[in-house]
């Protein structure tokens, strides 16, 4: 129902443009679960990457973190959905990984952002995603899945900054409609040991990053470099 809902949704509020490398296509098999891994920017990303991956016929279980499953209605969707909460910080925090595990033996996808927390900048330009935590590289060593990067860019154009300018930027958004892509890269197995996968990981949301700003003809961020906060 949530991708449906994205899908339904988004035209309303940004023009959306997706590409994929060639092999791509190979995250739709249904006997394979993969763990899609995204970069994260702002509050309207899950919106962008899922109604992205349903052009690919993709409705993945999404690891989210477990403040939303307090939203009400919200939280009902998630829960009925069988969406993932992940209690960071906690002794419930494994049970995330586990779930996941479940999803991807049943052959489902599941989608998962490898830096687990929203960028603390107030401007809404791109920059390179920041470092992941090491779920996504943990979830591969325990299951064996492939890992499909994904990169978006122009999510902020929709909401980020200051609660006041993301309410701004959420109202009228229907009006101004910005370019949004999301980039789908293929499929990849990590190295056994966590520390190199995690790099790995980020090294392949990265490149799908870049892809999806040069679609767009953004000025971006790269790695290394200091933005003001």
Not at 175 to 194: E, S
């Amino acid at each position: 129902m949530l991708s449906r809902i994205a899908a339904a949704v988004l035209p309303a509020v940004g023009r959306l443009t997706v590409t994929a490398d060639a092999d791509a296509d190979a995250v739709a098999r249904p006997a394979a679960g993969s763990i899609i891994v995204a970069n994260h920017t702002s509050l309207a990303d899950p919106v962008v990457v899922v109604a992205a991956l349903r052009r690919y016929g993709i409705d993945p279980v999404i690891l989210a973190t477990g403040g939303l499953w307090r939203v009400p209605l919200l939280g009902a969707a998630l829960r009925r959905e069988g969406h993932i909460a992940v209690h960071r910080g906690t002794a419930r925090a494994r049970e995330s990984l586990d779930a996941a595990a479940a999803v991807l033996a049943a052959g489902h996808s599941v989608l998962i952002y490898g830096e687990g927390r929203l960028p603390g900048r107030l401007d809404a330009g791109e920059s390179a995603p920041g470092p992941f935590r090491s779920g996504p590289a943990r979830l591969a060593a325990a299951t064996g899945a492939p890992l499909v990067p994904v990169g978006q860019a122009g999510a902020r154009r929709l909401c980020s900054g200051s609660r006041g300018k993301q309410l701004a930027g959420a109202v009228t958004a229907p009006l101004r409609r910005p370019r949004l892509h999301v980039h789908i890269g293929a499929p990849l197995h990590l190295p056994d040991r966590v520390p190199q996968a995690t790099d790995r990981a980020r090294s392949a949301v990265t490149a799908a990053w870049r892809t999806a700003v040069l679609a767009l003809s953004e000025p971006a961020q790269e790695p290394g470099r200091a933005r003001d906060r």
